[in-house]
Nanobody, 130 residues
Framework: DLQLVESEGGSVQPGGSLTLSCTASGFTFDDFDMVWFRQAPGRECEWVGTLGTDGRTSYAGPVMGRFTLSSDAAKRTVYLKMNSLNPHYTTMYYC????????????????????????WGQGARVTVSS
């Protein structure tokens, strides 16, 4: 079975950094785009960024320049490094795997965890506060 396991989130002070990881199993890693979303209570599931099968990355405007996606294929793990955090970035972060031939809109999911979009990690809570 396809499975994604995220690292635990964490708490950081404003201006700090945090890296989340998402480890995949049960599927051919190279056949899936790895996508990150975030969702606050009562808010829409918001696209954060994508690491494509070709290695290219793309980011949502609010995180561009702050967040960086990378991967370690040998560990089947994708990393989301978040820099210069402020309380605005406090929320749940989710990774998802979307097959490269999927016909879903790559930056839109009805809800974080929606299996019609792809397969999801369990979510990681990030808290930024002083």
């Amino acid at each position: 079975d396809l499975q994604l396991v995220e690292s635990e989130g964490g708490s950081v002070q404003p201006g700090g950094s945090l890296t989340l990881s998402c480890t995949a199993s049960g599927f051919t890693f190279d056949d899936f785009d790895m996508v990150w979303f975030r969702q606050a209570p009562g808010r829409e599931c918001e696209w954060v960024g994508t690491l494509g099968t070709d290695g290219r990355t793309s980011y949502a405007g609010p995180v561009m320049g702050r967040f960086t996606l990378s991967s370690d294929a040998a560990k089947r793990t994708v990393y989301l490094k978040m820099n210069s955090l402020n309380p605005h970035y406090t929320t749940m972060y989710y990774c998802a795997a979307v097959h490269l031939r999927s016909n879903v809109l790559p930056t839109v999911s009805p809800a974080c965890g929606d299996h019609g979009y792809g397969s999801w990690g369990q979510g990681a809570r990030v808290t930024v506060s002083s």
